[in-house]
């Protein structure tokens, strides 16, 4: 089993930042692709970002290319989003996801472990 808890959420004005956190637990990090989702009230779950096992591997949905980084720091068992530019439209919970195996996907249900999310709002 995997634990996985979300942190860094909150309220802010278009155009800010946030970081959203990521932290493991119960199994070792380092052997797990890492995603980021969100699902706006009404709306389907929605791929943000994915990161590979080391690293090396990112991939983004084209709403948020360019304005979204995921990384992640293997010795402390996180994953980060650092999130730019914010928009209205970004507002959702956001949760975070563990893939076991060495493939990255866009895929939700390729996903073994998922956090509670934090929630993230952007105000016009």
């Known amino acids: 089993q995997v634990q996985l808890v979300e942190s860094g959420g909150g309220l802010v004005q278009a155009g800010g930042s946030l970081r959203l956190s990521c932290t493991a637990s119960?199994?070792?990090?380092?052997?797990?692709?890492m995603g980021w989702f969100r699902q706006a009230p009404g709306k389907e779950r929605e791929f943000v970002a994915a990161?590979?096992?080391?690293?090396?591997?990112?991939y983004y949905a084209d709403s948020v290319k360019g304005r979204f980084t995921i990384s992640r720091d293997n010795a402390k068992n996180t994953v980060y989003l650092e999130m730019n530019s914010l928009k209205p439209e970004d507002t959702a919970p956001y949760y975070c996801?563990?893939?076991?195996?060495?493939?990255?996907?866009?895929?939700?249900?390729?996903?073994?472990?998922w956090g509670q999310g934090t929630q993230v709002t952007v105000s016009s």
């Open positions: 119960g199994r070792t990090f380092s052997t797990f692709a």
């Open positions: 990161i590979s096992r080391g690293g090396a591997i990112r």
């Open positions: 996801a563990a893939a076991e195996g060495p493939t990255v996907t866009r895929k939700d249900n390729k996903y073994d472990y």
